[in-house]
């Protein structure tokens, strides 16, 4: 198994026009923590549904996201859940502790070629945290759950579908995401992958399938903790 490498150099990604980034805990560090209120939400959702307390929920919930890639998928397939209904739900949180990211919105906007969101969530959750980080602006699209057909990653149609709206070339993409498993396909695709992982990596609580130990290392070609600073060793800005 390969080591992913965690100082790239510009010249690993002269090739890329293309620049894809998933929304949570990539564009925003890990320890902001922002999706605990999604999480709490969706429990809410499911307790409300099926009239069970929020123990069970959760463990429903999370057995969901486990087989069917998200919550929702499951809900869908098993409850027949208007999707519409619980993603409003889901997203109903507080942005506020997201807080302008000056240097990451410049690395982004100096990156050549065209810049995508690539989501789970829908578009209206990527764009109010993105404008929250103040870097909105500097994307030319948002692909969402909605865009996929309530089918989320790490599904292969997805990323074809995604792909192919786009018109992108993935031999001259890359993706930049913090689940190890929704690399896979990019990496087989041809795009050059980046895993975005918690600062203080081994204190930080993460699922199993986040672990760094859990990745296959030939999925993933670069790992790092500091996306904006990631960006400026690509583009070659001086340490």
């Known amino acids: 198994m390969t080591k992913p490498a965690k100082l790239p150099s510009p010249d690993d990604f002269a090739h890329v026009r293309d620049w894809v980034f998933d929304l949570d805990n ?19 959702f499911v307790a409300e549904l099926l009239q069970v307390d929020a123990v069970e929920a ?53 990156l050549p070629g065209r810049k995508f969101i690539f989501t789970n ?54 993706m930049f995401e913090d689940l190890p498993r929704n690399l896979e396909v990019p990496k087989a695709l041809g795009m050059k992958t980046v895993l975005l992982v918690p600062r203080n990596l081994e204190t930080a609580l993460l699922e199993t399938w986040e672990r ?10 670069y790992m ?4 904006a600073g990631f960006l400026g060793q690509v583009l070659g800005d001086a340490a």
């Open 26 to 44: 990539t564009l925003y560090p890990h320890h902001i923590n922002l999706f605990a209120q999604i999480d709490t939400n969706m429990t809410a």
């Open 58 to 110: 959760k463990v429903l919930q999370k057995r969901y996201y486990h087989e069917h890639g998200t919550t929702l998928a499951g809900l869908m397939l098993h409850h027949k859940v208007d999707p519409n209904a619980f993603l409003e739900k889901a997203h109903a949180i507080d942005y506020s502790m997201l807080l302008p990211d000056e240097a990451l919105g410049n690395a982004i906007k100096r």
């Open 121 to 174: 969530g829908t578009v209206a959750h990527a764009q109010d945290a993105a404008r929250a980080l103040g870097i909105l602006d500097h994307f030319d699209d948002i692909f969402d759950i909605v865009a996929a057909d309530y089918v989320p990653k790490p599904a292969g149609a997805t990323y074809d579908k995604f792909a192919s709206l786009n018109r992108i070339d993935t031999k001259h993409a890359a």
């Open 224 to 227: 790092t903790d500091d996306l």
């Open 212 to 221: 760094v130990e859990h990745l296959d290392g030939d999925n993933v070609d």
